[in-house]
């Protein structure tokens, strides 16, 4: 490594001049300085250096899994990235107290200043929207017409090529769809699936018909209920229902995709998934975190504002609730605990199987 020929210096090295110059409030441009302008300015720019931080892993991340065969050895690199953009997810969540020692009528000593600059306007949470999977198709009507008409042609132009890029989501989707283990020597692991289903349900049935304490309007509803489950366990196992569903926009990854992952749940025990089951928990944990913040800073704006409209022209804190549910990504990964099994309940899978997904040593020289 070449040695710098200057001494650094930390203001100098931060480029502190510029960062600590950038808080301008528009109350003091245009009229009496609101206090409280000033946490707003720095708590929103604070915001958007952790969203900087969060592209800088995210695109670390997506250059790992945009390979056709992911080295295992980047598994624990990658699991390393999302547990960082987690962290920094956590303080996202809990910044949010800090604006809300702002007041209401505070807020609104500045407030009309900003119409009609809005979250909206946002680029880099678009972005990590848009790479983490949220493309333009999957949002909804009011989120697609409200945000992509209050941006500028630049920034438009900007999204839309990160658009065209393959999103996260996309590129797991290709690596679990090259998953081997699936069938294996002779051995079709979801036709043994489908007997362990066919089992649990069957004695499932069993209890309800047999249970004498219960009412016959129960017992009907409960195998209601049952044919229910039966139904979505069918949705998985039969692929021409499955494409149905995923028609209908119920579900989002390729079957074979959905079943590699879920292969992964069952049998995370074993030594060789265990980081990607770490991968999926992860990847579930930052739409989590993702939809906390949404719902917290819905809950604040609430506070804020009331029923009043947003500076960006959306009808406030009811578009913002309505995103919170709506603007998920990576629900396909939190459906799965529909179909997981009792341990005791799974296939045994065959020796040369369980060897293969075991680390191993020969003891050949
Ligand atoms: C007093 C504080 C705040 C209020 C009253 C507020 C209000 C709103 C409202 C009403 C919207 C919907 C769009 C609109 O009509 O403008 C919105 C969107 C948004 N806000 Fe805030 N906000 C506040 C603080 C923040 C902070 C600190 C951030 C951090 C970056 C933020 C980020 C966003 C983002 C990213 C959106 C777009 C969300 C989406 O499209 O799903 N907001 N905000």
């Not at 959905?258 to 025990?269: E, G, K, P, S, T």
């Not at 296939?347 to 040593?361: M, N, Q, R, S, W």
Request: charged residues 25%; hydrophobic residues 40%; glycine residues 4%.
């Amino acid at each position: 490594m070449q040695k710098n020929p200057t001494p650094c210096y930390y203001g100098d090295y931060l480029q502190l001049n510029k960062l600590l110059d950038s808080q301008l409030p528009q109350s003091r441009v245009y009229g009496t300085e609101a206090h409280d302008e000033t946490l707003f300015i720095i708590v929103h720019q604070a915001y958007e250096l952790w969203f900087k931080q969060i592209l800088h892993e995210l695109r670390s991340a997506q250059a790992m899994m945009a390979h056709d065969e992911v080295d295992e050895r980047m598994l624990g690199t990658l699991n390393a990235r999302f547990d960082r953009i987690r962290s920094i997810q956590k303080v996202l969540v809990e910044q949010i107290g800090i604006l809300e020692t702002m007041t209401p009528l505070d807020f609104l000593d500045f407030r009309d200043y900003l119409i009609p600059a809005s979250g909206f306007q946002s680029i880099q949470f678009k972005e990590i929207e848009i790479r983490l999977g949220l493309k333009r198709a999957f949002r909804s009507e009011m989120d697609r017409k409200f945000f992509y008409s209050r941006i500028n042609d630049a920034d438009r132009a900007y999204l839309a090529e990160r658009e065209a890029e393959c999103s996260l989501l996309e590129s797991v989707e290709a690596w679990l769809e090259r998953m081997p283990f699936l069938e294996f020597a002779g051995f079709n692991f979801w036709l043994e699936y489908e007997k362990a289903v066919d089992l649990m349900l069957h004695d499932d049935e069993q209890i309800v018909r047999g249970n004498p304490g219960l009412s016959e309007d129960v017992r009907a509803f409960q195998l209601k209920e049952l044919a229910a489950t039966r139904e979505n366990f069918r949705s998985i196992l039969d692929a021409e229902r499955y494409a149905e569903v995923r028609e209908q926009g119920r579900v989002r990854l390729s079957r074979r995709a959905l079943l590699a992952a879920l292969f992964i749940n069952l049998y995370r025990d074993e030594p060789i998934l265990q980081l990607p089951f770490h991968l999926l928990t992860n990847l579930v944990e930052v739409d989590e975190l993702f939809t906390t913040w949404r719902s917290r800073h819905a809950l604040m704006v609430h506070r804020m504002l009331g029923s009043k409209i947003g500076t960006g022209g959306s009808s406030g804190v009811d578009y913002l609730k309505m995103g919170a549910e709506a603007n998920r990504v990576y629900t396909d990964f939190f459906n799965l605990s529909t179909f997981l099994l009792p341990r005791s309940a799974l296939p045994v899978l065959p020796a040369e199987l369980t060897k293969e997904l075991g680390f191993h040593f020969s003891k050949t020289r």
